[in-house]
């Protein structure tokens, strides 16, 4: 048995509920090496996909980590691989999915995309109630710069076995892209990449950026503005698209506080004013209490094709980029 746990969680996470997270393989072994990566320079950087742990390893401890949890009277909304590192690059991942099935638990995973090129990675996700895969970037100076992939990862291969994959899949697809300052979040390479997020026909598209603090401490997520460019721009290509910006809380709520719920609604799409105004209306409150939330820099005020938006501003730790950032949840 390793000295690393397989399981973890149970993790409330927008995405998937209450999920318990499966360590298919050990820390630090992935085939990107993002520049945003809290793991940093510690990551062995592979292309191939390998045994570490056994599949009997795997399942058993998904299995008593599953007993405890229900034992204790938890809900488990999702059994998901999510490794710190890439974790299609386990090769039993088909024979584990297939035998974790009988737990009768949805199972997901959180991919980098990296080997989407692989028909057998294909196949293995094929078994899955979700996938989450990562596009930072279509634009290849731009994806090398933000991912840093292994020498023998193409970027056109990655994006053609993401679409035979989203006509294959029958489960829910989503895509995940992280917006770093100064890095991916050109307006050519958010136009571009939502142009092919469109392609894969995705159940939802999130926009995300660090939350938790990166090795390099120069590393700054997109400011609100572009955020909500992005948010513009997605949304005009993309049926479903939410940002995650390191804020829980139930944007579909309505709680009756209106201050807690315009800050959840906020975080995950930006208000344009005219929605605000209705919003307010409904609870029978004025502009002020707005006003009050700009004031206290929790809300921004930023425009768009002459139209005004409020998006939830984003803390201070995470505008000076002092606070590592990951896909993981
Ligand atoms: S952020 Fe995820 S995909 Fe990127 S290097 Fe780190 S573990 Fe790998």
Redesign the pocket.
Known sequence: MSEYSITFGPIPSRRLGRSIGINNIPPKI?????I????GRA?KVEDQRKAYYSTREVVEAVGEKVKTVQNAGEAIDFLTFVP???STLDIHLGEEIQQLKSLGIPLAIIT?SSTMDRQDVREDLKNLDLVSA?VDSVIESLWRKT?RPHKNIRLDSIMEGLRTFSREYNGKLITETMLIDGVNDTRENLEQTAEFIHSLNPYAAYISIPTRPPARTDIKPASEEVLNLAYQIFSSKIDRVEMLLGYEGNAFAHSGDTEKDILAITAVHPMREDAIEEFLQRDQKDWDLIQKLVDEDKLLETEFQGKKFYLRKLAKHQRIGRRRG???E
Do not use: A, H, M, P
Request: hydrophobic share 10%; glycine share 10%; with cysteine.
């Open positions: 992935c085939s990107y090496g993002c945003y990566c809290q793991i990551l710190d590192g890439e980098n990562k991912n990951d896909s993981r």
